[in-house]
């Protein structure tokens, strides 16, 4: 049963994603001179942005929070997904007053002056460069506990991987989005078999770790006064997005 599941996911997926290639213009298309990005491209890169940190952040945050991380990442996730509403309605401003891409220098600048743009654009600038970094040596350090490699080689490798990146940035965002995508085809066929695993493999015991998460995190937030209960929340969902 399991092997004609997975068989049968896998033959799905490379149906899907072999339509999906042979389409024209999936990822990008030329208009008035310029290529601009799908829907399709610009969703992958958004969700791929999102997807890496599953491989690492969930132990992260148990690190910091114990098994109450099972709630959080739910509950920060479902969070998560309702401020992007905020930022549709942050693109839809921007468009109305003629503003297009800058995100939030833009928006920031608009709302509140050059000076506090300057230091959103600068935060920003600052996240992401770390963000690559300790993601490229968290990479290299995870894959190494598989593969034994010389401490010179185990040392280049993040170099090799932030400078690969760079390299796509400066090719720019067409070149960038195909790669992310063909990254994608991979993640997707590995996750979902990781998943569908999962479901096979889940044991009452399982369900009893779940359940003792969601009843910590009850016991915490009711058990208490309320500044308890806000600093329960906010270590439980900060812990997560640091974590991510």
Request: charge should be neutral; include cysteine; glycine fraction near 6%.
């Given at each position: 049963?399991?092997?004609?599941?997975?068989?049968?996911?896998?033959?799905?997926?490379?149906?899907?994603?072999?339509?999906?290639?042979?389409?024209k213009?999936?990822?990008?298309?030329?208009?008035?001179?310029?290529?601009?990005?799908t829907?399709?491209?610009?969703?992958?890169?958004?969700?791929?942005?999102?997807?890496?940190?599953?491989?690492?952040?969930?132990?992260?945050?148990?690190?910091?929070?114990?098994?109450?991380?099972?709630?959080?990442i739910?509950?920060?996730?479902?969070?998560?997904?309702?401020?992007?509403?905020?930022?549709?309605?942050?693109?839809?401003?921007?468009?109305?007053?003629?503003?297009?891409?800058?995100?939030?220098?833009?928006?920031?600048?608009?709302v509140?002056?050059?000076?506090?743009?300057?230091?959103?654009?600068?935060?920003?600038?600052?996240?992401?460069?770390?963000?690559?970094?300790?993601?490229?040596?968290?990479?290299?350090?995870?894959?190494?506990?598989?593969?034994?490699?010389?401490?010179?080689?185990?040392?280049?490798?993040?170099?090799?991987?932030?400078?690969?990146?760079?390299?796509?940035?400066?090719?720019?965002?067409?070149?960038?989005a195909?790669?992310?995508f063909?990254?994608?085809?991979?993640?997707?066929?590995i996750?979902?078999?990781l998943?569908?695993?999962?479901?096979?493999?889940?044991?009452?015991?399982?369900?009893?770790?779940?359940?003792?998460?969601?009843?910590?995190?009850?016991r915490?937030?009711?058990?208490?006064?309320?500044?308890?209960?806000?600093?329960?929340?906010?270590?439980?969902?900060?812990s997560?997005i640091?974590?991510?």
């Amino acid at each position: 049963m399991k092997e004609l599941v997975l068989l049968g996911l896998n033959l799905f997926l490379l149906v899907l994603f072999v339509s999906l290639i042979r389409k024209k213009n999936l990822l990008a298309y030329l208009c008035g001179g310029r290529w601009w990005l799908t829907w399709l491209s610009v969703g992958v890169i958004t969700f791929m942005d999102e997807f890496t940190s599953i491989f690492y952040a969930p132990s992260e945050a148990h690190r910091f929070i114990g098994n109450k991380a099972i709630f959080f990442i739910i509950f920060t996730s479902i969070f998560i997904r309702f401020s992007t509403t905020r930022m549709v309605e942050i693109a839809e401003i921007l468009e109305k007053n003629g503003i297009k891409g800058g995100g939030v220098y833009s928006f920031s600048y608009l709302v509140l002056g050059p000076k506090i743009s300057f230091i959103a654009v600068a935060s920003i600038i600052v996240d992401y460069i770390l963000t690559a970094c300790i993601s490229s040596v968290s990479a290299v350090a995870n894959g190494t506990t598989f593969i034994s490699l010389p401490p010179f080689i185990e040392t280049l490798l993040p170099f090799a991987i932030i400078w690969f990146i760079a390299g796509l940035n400066i090719l720019g965002i067409r070149e960038n989005a195909r790669f992310t995508f063909s990254v994608f085809i991979v993640a997707i066929f590995i996750v979902l078999n990781l998943i569908t695993l999962g479901f096979f493999h889940f044991t009452p015991q399982n369900l009893e770790v779940i359940k003792a998460s969601f009843d910590n995190v009850y016991r915490d937030l009711t058990e208490d006064n309320l500044f308890h209960a806000m600093y329960t929340v906010a270590a439980g969902v900060g812990s997560c997005i640091l974590a991510y």
